[in-house]
């Protein structure tokens, strides 16, 4: 016959067995990839805000300095020309009017401008030329006048130059600035610094 003593300590240790058993058999299968549980998340990847774009840098200070000095070639080169030295105020002069023109391309293509430095061929070029004919047609005169029309184009003329510098100036003369982001990215349960530049 079972003694009592021993009936009792089998019915406690079932008791005790019996829920960790049950808790084992829902504890989920480390090996098991189909258990959502031990999935890794893979959250998409979070980026932090990235800064406005700085706004362009203006360099027509550069510009202007050239023009500054084609101004100054021409104007020593007119005054030695009515001074009566015409070789060297003619040579003055043409060097003034070659500054004037390629000077600020020239200073474009030395801010790696290409596309800008042609625009301000173009305009250095152009618009003298058709403001000298606007200039020119303005004036009345009758066939038998000589040089009619030459105070209207050359007022036409310098007034086409300083409208080119003040385009090329104010409109042409921005270049973008270097920009550079640094945007932490989190995803996947990983940290990542993402560098990037614009320019």
Do not use: K
Request: glycine fraction near 16%.
């Amino acid at each position: 016959m079972v003694d009592m003593n021993h009936l009792l300590t089998l019915g406690l240790v079932l008791a005790a067995t019996v829920p960790a058993v049950a808790h084992a058999d829902t504890e989920v299968d480390p090996t098991d990839t189909t258990t959502s549980a031990v999935s890794t998340p893979t959250s998409p990847a979070v980026l932090a805000p990235i800064p406005e774009r700085e706004p362009p840098r203006w360099y027509g200070g550069d510009v202007l300095l050239a023009d500054g000095v084609a101004l100054g070639l021409l104007v020593i080169g007119g005054s030695l020309q009515s001074g009566g030295h015409d070789t060297i105020g003619s040579s003055l002069m043409i060097a003034g009017l070659g500054t004037y023109v390629l000077g600020g391309p020239a200073v474009h293509l030395a801010h790696d401008r290409p596309g800008a430095a042609l625009g301000s061929l173009a305009l250095r070029a152009g618009l003298p030329v058709a403001s000298a004919y606007v200039g020119a047609s303005l004036e009345r005169c009758t066939p038998s006048e000589w040089f009619c029309g030459l105070g209207g184009a050359v007022l036409g003329g310098l007034a086409g130059m300083a409208g080119a510098v003040v385009l090329d100036t104010a409109v042409l003369a921005y270049a973008p600035r270097a920009e550079v982001r640094v945007s932490p990215m989190v995803g996947g349960g990983r940290l990542g610094v993402s560098v990037g530049g614009l320019f």
